[in-house]
């Protein structure tokens, strides 16, 4: 028994190498990213009336720390500085490092905001969500200063409405530029939610190109990394949006001809379509809300956004987050039909019953979600991936609400680590600060027990062990826990809703999200240690 767990140990810690040196080589070189779900929800599809839009940051490279930034009041001719993102592995753990590039005139006064790695929710609660799709490699310049994570921080820190946040977006890169890979930010306030998609204006240019897509009010959309803004009426501005230099661009390198409908990710993003790793999530997430569509799995082209057949729940939310293709053909705990370098059909044990989010990579089977093209190092989307991931940073769902005052109306579940082990707690737009593990950047340096993402990812590590059995155990615990956390939300707000104080209020809510946060950190290191006991003798 020593022996068969021992070598399975060192199998499990071969794997994790593998799909940690994958990961690595998507870092945006070659068009692809690590890889993040949003998903997003009208007022009038959610059970209570909520915007939703929501994120997962798949990748174990970006920080694992996060705060509240608090409101400021900046002096005249203040700046704010932007930076370049890319790899660096001279820490314990690979991350990014952040250059200085350049710098942007600050306003006088800007908001609060939940300062996550994509900064997710401000004070007045407009919310961001995030997911890459890479777009056309000869699009990207190195001249802007303004990458994803800066947009969202900056259109967290001045604004207040969605339409305003893709306003400022277009000031902003025309005059200072974008320097990023093809992003979607799923933008949503009170009263609606957006589709905003952006890629650079070409080599050594200045400005950026994008298109903005509204949900409607009764339907759920999803970015999984590829782009889906397709066919655009640019006169019905209620519902669409773009930069004034979309259709000179695509016409000018043959992208789009006028005998043809322009559509916005076929000329300027048409690798992501092709990949089935973005398709498959896109699916999933629309089979699972409205079944009696019968949408095919093996489609290329879905619906920008479809109305669910019952109304979006925090449970579905978190369902949909969680899902790792059970119980379909897909279940990555199941041996597929594949083929071999040779291109013959045969069983392959691709499918990983101990963590069923990622597949194995064995006989030379290509089953991972990225391939590189051998003559170009163009690297693509391919293969399987689910929705739920090892390597999540951390995941959101925020909940915006227009009846409520904003700082209780604005409210990020946030969760660490993999979702498929982990648990949401709430993070209000008035919540002041997060408790000290949340705040502690341990994972770079190395396992902390004073980090709560190290809880989780022990967690979820242990569990992918032997999830079958695990996962039982974690659900066991997490399940009452999160059932209870979303029962009492009612009650706890309107009992903050009596709180006539402003700042006696928000202690309230910082209270009330720290003691959650802190337990569920406990129960992390303590469900760990439970795991380890229970299982030491039963690999």
């Known amino acids: 028994m020593k022996i068969f767990k021992h070598t399975f140990l060192l199998f499990l810690l071969a794997h994790f190498s593998i799909s940690l040196h994958s990961q690595d080589k998507s870092d945006w070189k070659g068009g692809v990213p690590e890889g993040c779900t949003s998903i997003t929800v009208g007022k009038l599809a959610s059970i209570d009336g909520s915007v939703m839009t929501s994120h997962t940051d798949d990748s174990h490279r970006t920080r694992s720390w996060m705060d509240i930034v608090p409101a400021k009041d900046h002096k005249n001719g203040s700046t704010t500085t932007m930076y370049k993102r890319s790899a660096f592995d001279s820490l314990a ?84 530029g974008w320097n990023d890979y093809g992003e979607c930010l799923t933008i949503a306030d009170k009263k609606e939610v957006w589709h905003f998609e952006i890629v650079g204006p070409g080599k050594d240019k200045i400005g950026a190109i994008w298109a903005a897509q509204r949900v409607p009010d009764n339907h759920i959309a999803v970015n999984a990394n590829a782009s889906t803004i397709k066919e655009m009426d640019l006169k019905n501005s209620d519902f669409f949006m773009a ?44 089979d699972i809300v409205a079944p009696s569509l019968n949408l ?49 059909t045969m069983i392959s044990p691709l499918a990983n019953p101990f963590m069923p989010y990622d597949q194995l990579e064995l006989q030379n089977v290509k089953g991972g979600w990225y391939h590189t093209d051998k003559k170009t190092g163009h690297i693509d989307f391919l293969g399987e991936r689910t929705i739920a991931r090892w390597y999540t940073m951390y995941g959101t769902i925020i909940q915006c ?17 993999n979702i498929a082990s982990s648990i949401y707690i709430p993070v209000y737009s008035g919540t002041t600060d997060l408790p000290k593990s949340y705040k502690t950047p341990g994972r770079v340096n190395g396992f902390s027990r004073e980090s709560a993402w190290w809880a989780f990812n022990r967690l979820g590590s242990l569990a992918a062990q032997r999830w079958g059995d695990m996962s039982k155990d974690i659900n066991a615990k997490w399940d009452p826990l999160q059932k209870e956390m979303f029962q009492n939300q009612l009650i706890f707000e309107q009992n903050a809703l009596k709180i006539d104080s402003i700042n006696e209020r928000k202690e309230f809510l910082t209270k009330y999200t720290n003691q959650w946060g802190e337990k569920v950190v406990k129960d992390a290191w303590d469900l760990g240690d439970f795991l380890w006991t229970k299982y030491d003798e039963k690999f």
């Open 296 to 344: 095919s799995p093996n489609d290329k082209d879905y619906p920008f956004s479809i109305e669910p057949e019952e109304k979006i729940t925090l449970e579905t939310m978190v369902r949909l987050f969680k899902d790792y293709y059970q119980g379909t053909p897909y279940d990555m705990t199941r041996n597929i039909l594949t083929t071999d370098s040779e291109g013959k």
């Open 93 to 176: 753990m690979p991350s990014y490092k952040h250059v200085p590039i350049g710098d942007i005139p600050q306003i006088k006064h800007t908001y609060q905001f939940v300062n996550t790695a994509y900064p997710c929710l401000n004070e007045k609660q407009l919310a961001i969500g995030e997911s890459t799709f890479g777009g056309r490699d000869e699009l990207q310049s190195d001249k802007g200063i303004i990458d994803c994570q800066r947009l969202a921080q900056l259109m967290l820190e001045r604004c207040s409405t969605a339409r305003d946040a893709i306003k400022l977006a277009d000031e902003l890169t025309k005059k200072y």
């Open 401 to 417: 609400r227009d009846w409520l005052p904003d700082e209780v109306g604005g409210v990020v579940w946030l969760a660490q680590d």
């Open 243 to 286: 930069s004034e230099n979309i259709f000179k661009v695509a016409k000018e390198n043959g992208w789009w001809k006028n005998e043809d409908t322009f559509k916005f990710c076929y000329a300027y993003a048409p690798k992501s379509r092709e990949s089935v790793a973005a398709r498959r999530r896109e699916w999933r997430v629309f």
